[in-house]
């Protein structure tokens, strides 16, 4: 199959990760692939940002910049109609943005099936966290995108509830979490007992296209089924920062009470060890952009005062308190104990990652499927994560994580796991085994959405599976 791929992303941030791995992932299945992108995309380094339109953002009113990303389509559209004539493809795979219909209007002229990668109501997002002023416009174009495409393939289902509320069919929606590499990202094989290992080496990996909406609280397979919108609120991003939990009422959508877990349910997390016989060194770590409120000096003072005195913290990444965390581990004498890597590679992430044993995953979006923690799942680490109905999407407390719903709760939870080794093993090992259970990897989305591509061409012209070229 010949596949276009086409978005707007300048920068290589973690929307690169996911655009790349899906790509890669076309190719390995045998499929042709070409990428209709801003140039800047292809020559900027991961971490760096080329986007010209963010840099006009914020030197111009907000208007003139929306109305020049507005006119980028027009632009857009010229070099999509030039690639659809030279390349030919059967269909067209769209990572969706703001003020971007052009792929909407390329599929229409050439009559070519269009599925939609939907990773935020980005109409929302960007009201919320950078600014907005075009936001009826903004949200009709979003709203026209989302209801014109093929297929649309959001992240969580919680996202998946703004489409249906935007008049999207649920026929037409497949919810797809992010996923893992696991040839980059997997767990150590000391983690898991031979019997286990062998149990998960034998189980096919399969196409789960048909299963991709996730029980709100459970890890158990998936039986196909169409999408069923949740009963009624909360609205996502891993490319976007690590945000505060948001409280805006204007953000409330619906909130899934199956199988939910109230802020009461959640058990107050023991301060002592059942057994301290013996002391084991244990690495706690962030990834991410460290921010005043994901309060990591609270951490350091409880390495600090901990009986487990062999216990290490890493920070990979970079942030505004970066130097005061530095400062605060010399004045508590722990800094051969506290590790600031700065940012990294992504290539040398999972070498990182290795080196951790409790990972902590802050408060994002509501409607997001955060990257990392996805990663974390893969290498089989003892997790500890925010109680919202995304992130219950792919964690249960006690089985795969530990949720929480304040920062005393995370400092008790990180307590616990210092302290009994048994339950941190336990939720190491089932963390692992949630990427098989889930089908997490990007080669079962890249299938999953080649599936789909069939359908919507075998629907379109029952005779063949590839669609008749128009220039």
């Keep these: 199959m010949k596949i276009l791929y086409h978005h707007r992303v300048a920068a290589k941030d973690g929307q690169c990760v996911h655009i790349d791995e899906i790509i890669a992932a076309f190719r390995h299945l045998g499929h042709q692939v070409y990428v209709v992108a801003p140039a800047a995309t292809s020559k900027s380094e991961f971490g760096s940002s080329a986007n010209w339109l963010g840099f006009i953002r914020r030197k111009l009113p907000l208007f003139v910049g929306e109305f020049l990303e507005l006119g980028y389509s027009v632009l857009d559209f010229m070099k999509l109609r030039k690639a659809i004539k030279q390349f030919q493809p059967d269909v067209i795979y769209e990572r969706e943005n703001l003020f971007l219909p052009s792929g909407i209007w390329a599929k229409k002229l050439y009559r070519l099936p269009l599925i939609l990668e939907v990773n935020s109501p980005l109409t929302v997002e960007r009201h919320q966290y950078t600014g907005l002023s075009l936001v009826a416009l903004a949200r009709r174009i979003e709203h026209y995108c989302w209801r014109e495409a093929d297929h649309c393939l959001p992240v969580t289902a919680l996202l998946a509830q703004y489409l249906l509320d935007a008049g999207v069919s649920d026929?037409?929606?497949?919810?797809?979490?992010n996923g893992i590499n696991p040839e980059q990202f997997f767990a150590d094989e000391n983690l898991l007992d031979h019997a286990e290992l062998a149990e998960q080496q034998s189980q096919p990996?399969?196409?789960?296209?048909?299963?991709?909406?996730p029980e709100p609280a459970s890890i158990d397979s998936l039986d196909a089924q169409p999408f069923v919108a949740?009963?009624?609120?909360?609205?996502?991003?891993?490319?976007?920062?690590?945000f505060e939990p948001l409280t805006n009422e204007s953000l409330v959508i619906k909130q899934s009470t199956t199988d939910s877990l109230a802020s009461d349910q959640i058990p107050a997390c023991q301060t002592k060890a059942e057994n301290k016989a013996e002391v084991e060194a244990v690495t706690i770590g962030f990834v991410g952009f460290c921010r005043e409120?994901?309060?990591l000096d609270s951490i350091l003072e409880l390495i600090a005062s901990h009986h487990n005195q062999a216990t290490q913290f890493i920070l990979i990444g970079d942030g505004p308190?970066?130097?005061s965390l530095k400062r605060q581990a010399e004045t508590l004498g722990i800094a051969?104990?506290?590790?600031?890597?700065?940012?990294v590679a992504r290539d040398d992430i999972p070498h990182w990652l290795a080196k951790i044993d409790i990972a902590?995953?802050?408060?994002?979006?509501?409607?997001?499927?955060?990257?990392?923690?996805?990663?974390?799942?893969?290498?089989?680490?003892?997790?500890?994560?925010?109680n919202t109905d995304n992130i219950r999407e792919l964690l249960v407390h006690n089985e795969n994580a530990l949720l929480f719903n304040s920062q005393q709760q995370v400092l008790a939870h990180i307590d616990t796991?210092?302290?009994e080794p048994k339950l941190r093993r336990q939720l190491q090992q089932n963390a692992a085994k949630t990427i098989t259970i889930k089908a997490l990897t990007w080669r079962q989305n890249a299938e999953c959405i080649i599936d789909k591509f069939d359908s919507l061409l075998t629907a379109k012209h029952p005779r063949s599976v590839t669609s008749p070229h128009q220039g």
């Excluded at 026929?171 to 979490?177: A, D, L, N, S």
């Excluded at 990996?205 to 909406?213: A, D, P, V, W, Y």
């Excluded at 949740?230 to 690590?242: I, K, L, Q």
């Excluded at 902590?360 to 089989?380: D, F, H, M, N, R």
């Design 336 to 343: 051969d104990r506290v590790m600031f890597t700065g940012i």
């Design 417 to 419: 796991l210092l302290s």
């Design 293 to 295: 409120w994901h309060q």
């Design 321 to 323: 308190v970066l130097e």
């Design 205 to 213: 990996i399969t196409n789960l296209c048909g299963e991709r909406l």
């Design 230 to 242: 949740a009963p009624a609120g909360t609205p996502m991003s891993d490319p976007a920062p690590d």
């Design 360 to 386: 902590l995953q802050p408060a994002v979006t509501p409607w997001c499927s955060p990257l990392k923690l996805i990663e974390y799942l893969a290498t089989g680490k003892a997790i500890i994560a925010p």
């Design 171 to 177: 026929e037409r929606i497949t919810v797809m979490p």
